[in-house]
């Protein structure tokens, strides 16, 4: 059973241009939610993250969006820029009462991100 | 300051074989995890310590086996290797601080693994 799901393989956009990126969950115990980047041969590395007590999370270029409701989040870069070609990993944790995930991170199954020049 | 280093990088083994990976990160952080990451599958949590001297199953443990050799070092073993443990192994640590919202994990660059 999926509890975290990016439904798009793929996404290509051109340079200059929003890029959004989306992931949907199933698990309600889920209250925290973080984007990874990761490049080819490379381990994932950490973008953006939004406690579910906020609906939106900004930082430069990257904007985080998370929808309760809807047990939706996305991921919008704008511009886009060549550089930002990578697979995008969601990923979600139960912190709980104690402050600390302990790391169980669920995570999506990736969507490759291509920017055209 | 490196951050987590695994090693190696690459390994082929015949079925049956066993093997250590190595992860050791020298950020100080209490917790270290390990992952597998699969085509279509995302990254699954194989084992993780919360702190040295703890160990936990994660998601996909079965055939595996890890150990907290001290607060840097982290290790995977595969006792009886299998085609099916054929993917990339991650390994991660986090500062795994009680009381904190945020607990960013830091992943090594990866250990590509092919069973025969």
């Known amino acids: 059973d999926q509890q975290v799901k990016q439904n798009s393989p793929s996404l290509s956009v051109q340079e200059g241009r929003i890029s959004i990126l989306n992931c949907d969950y199933t698990?309600?115990?889920?209250?925290?939610f973080l984007w990874y980047k990761k490049y080819p041969a490379e381990g994932p590395t950490f973008l953006i993250s939004?406690?579910?007590?906020?609906d939106k999370n900004e930082d430069g270029r990257f904007t985080v969006f998370l929808n309760k409701s809807a047990k939706h989040l996305s991921l919008h870069i704008v511009p886009s820029q060549p550089g930002d070609s990578a697979v995008y990993f969601c990923?979600?944790?139960?912190?709980?009462?104690?402050?600390?995930?302990?790391?169980?991170?669920?995570f999506g199954q990736g969507t490759i991100l291509t920017v055209h020049p | 300051n490196a951050g987590v280093t695994q090693t190696p990088k690459f390994q082929v083994l015949k079925t049956g074989q066993s093997m250590t990976l190595q992860c050791a990160q020298d950020?100080?952080?209490?917790?270290m995890y390990w992952y597998r990451q699969d085509p279509g599958m995302g990254l699954r949590l194989i084992y993780y310590?919360?702190?040295?001297?703890?160990?936990d199953k994660g998601e996909v443990p079965n055939g595996y086996n890890v150990s907290r050799l001290n607060k840097r070092e982290f290790s995977l073993r595969l006792e009886s290797a299998a085609p099916s443990q054929t993917s990339v192994y991650f390994c991660?640590?986090?500062?795994?601080?009680?009381?904190?919202?945020?607990?960013?994990?830091?992943f090594g660059p990866g250990t590509r693994l092919t069973v025969l």
């Open positions: 991660a640590s986090s500062s795994g601080l009680a009381g904190t919202s945020t607990d960013t994990q830091y």
């Open positions: 698990n309600s115990m889920f209250d925290y």
């Open positions: 939004i406690s579910s007590i906020k």
């Open positions: 990923a979600a944790s139960a912190l709980g009462a104690g402050g600390t995930s302990y790391g169980k991170l669920t």
């Open positions: 950020m100080n952080h209490n917790s």
């Open positions: 310590s919360a702190s040295e001297g703890t160990t």
